[in-house]
């Protein structure tokens, strides 16, 4: 049987799902110079985020983080940022919450892993249509998959390995 969520745990909730939306934004303005263009860390607060929220709120958190991240810093590609960390993010967060309840750890890889999957398709396939030559996102393609895999390495250890579960679950509880 499911507890009801509170006003004060569903606004906590909330505000800590805003709280990853600012940091995703501030995220997308710092990144590492790569060959072909930049790196950027928001990945590592967009899986941080998915494993802790529910689905609609990491989508928030991810997909309309990235998407106003971009829109300041770099709007040509800020739909594809929200479609695609949207859908990262909510695939993760199905994983983790409600995938293999009995091996939480194994259905977190499980979700990051595929997460990872979509972000770096939903960006090469939306960098070869915005810039009209599949070369570029070719080029970019390894960078993708490096920024995939260190937001998924970096959200588990944050959300499996520091107290941020627990602190969220004991915020959060009813």
């Given amino acids: 049987m499911k507890s009801k969520i509170t006003g004060r745990s569903a606004l906590t ?19 590492i110079p790569v060959p072909g263009g930049h790196l950027y860390l928001c990945d590592v607060a967009i899986c941080t985020a998915a494993l802790l929220l529910d689905p609609f709120l990491a989508f928030v958190a991810g997909g309309v983080g990235a998407f106003f991240g971009d829109l300041i ?13 949207g859908l990262q993010a909510v695939l993760i967060s199905l994983f983790a919450r409600y995938i293999l309840k009995k091996r939480p750890r194994l259905s977190s890889v499980i979700g990051l892993a595929l997460g990872s999957i979509v972000m770096v398709t939903g960006y090469s396939l939306g960098r070869a249509f915005i810039y009209a030559t599949p070369e570029y996102a070719v080029v970019k393609l390894p960078y993708e998959i490096l920024q995939a895999l260190i937001g998924a390495v970096l959200g588990f250890l944050l959300y499996w390995k520091t107290p941020l579960k627990r602190l969220y679950d004991r915020m959060t509880a009813n």
Wanted: some cysteine; aromatic content about 16%; overall charge positive.
């Fill in 13 to 31: 909730r909330l505000t800590i799902a805003a709280i990853f939306m600012a940091l995703t934004i501030a995220l997308c303005s710092f990144s």
């Fill in 73 to 85: 810093f770099y709007p040509l590609p800020m739909f594809v940022s929200l479609v695609t960390h």
